[in-house]
T-cell receptor, first 113, second 112 residues
Framework: DAKTTQPTSMDCAEGRAANLPCNHSTISGNEYVYWYRQIHSQGPQYIIHGLKNNETNEMASLIITEDRKSSTLILPHATLRDTAVYYCIVRVSGGTSYGKLTFGQGTILTVHP | DADVTQTPRNRITKTGKRIMLECSQTKGHDRMYWYRQDPGLGLRLIYYSFDVKDINKGEISDGYSVSRQAQAKFSLSLESAIPNQTALYFC???????????FGPGTRLLVL
């Protein structure tokens, strides 16, 4: 699986959009970008994933650049409860893979009042 | 009720003791996983199972064993606990198609 690079930490004001970047310059054509988050020692929580098109769900939006070498997770209206470590993970999907998730250091997002 | 549950949530044990951590899920998923997390680090895969008859080692399986008693249950055992197995342990599940993993709340284990 391709390696990812994320900033160590970021701050965001409550109510504002949080934009979390991720670089994955060695991504292969069949690798997806996944985002998970972990709120203070709780189990990681799936947020969103995508291959090449931008994706949106009830939690966030995922913007993937055209060359797929980087992506941005957007939390449109951050709240204090969004304070967490956010992990960007690149991995092959498909039924024959065993679904291993390689968690790096992630980005510590702190949302301030 | 939570879809993925883990018991116990906290456990203190002594070096050399055998301990079992249990995971149950009501999501109907075939695939189950055990991870450990050390302070300040990401999660590392210990074992994974694609179905009841399929068990596979992850990247750090030494000192651990698992049992898949049923589709919904996956247990992790430490045959002879040692202090460096002190960590936060997570169970996760996924189905064949989505591959999104759903995690339990974790078990905090302290080995003295």
């Amino acid at each position: 699986d391709a390696k990812t690079t994320q900033p160590t930490s970021m701050d965001c004001a409550e109510g504002r959009a949080a934009n979390l970047p991720c670089n994955h310059s060695t991504i292969s054509g069949n690798e997806y970008v996944y985002w998970y988050r972990q709120i203070h020692s709780q189990g990681p929580q799936y947020i969103i994933h995508g291959l090449k098109n931008n994706e949106t769900n009830e939690m966030a939006s995922l913007i993937i650049t055209e060359d797929r070498k980087s992506s941005t997770l957007i939390l449109p209206h951050a709240t204090l409860r969004d304070t967490a470590v956010y992990y960007c993970i690149v991995r092959v999907s498909g039924g024959t893979s065993y679904g291993k998730l390689t968690f790096g250091q992630g980005t510590i997002l702190t949302v301030h009042p | 009720d939570a879809d993925v549950t883990q018991t116990p949530r906290n456990r203190i044990t002594k070096t050399g003791k055998r301990i079992m951590l249990e995971c149950s899920q009501t999501k109907g998923h075939d695939r189950m996983y055990w991870y450990r997390q050390d302070p300040g680090l990401g999660l590392r895969l210990i074992y994974y199972s694609f179905d009841v008859k399929d068990i596979n080692k992850g990247e750090i399986s030494d000192g651990y064993s698992v049992s898949r008693q049923a589709q919904a249950k996956f247990s992790l055992s430490l045959e002879s606990a040692i202090p460096n197995q002190t960590a936060l342990y997570f169970c996760a599940t996924s189905d064949y198609y989505q591959e999104t993993q759903y995690f339990g709340p974790g078990t905090r284990l302290l080995v003295l």
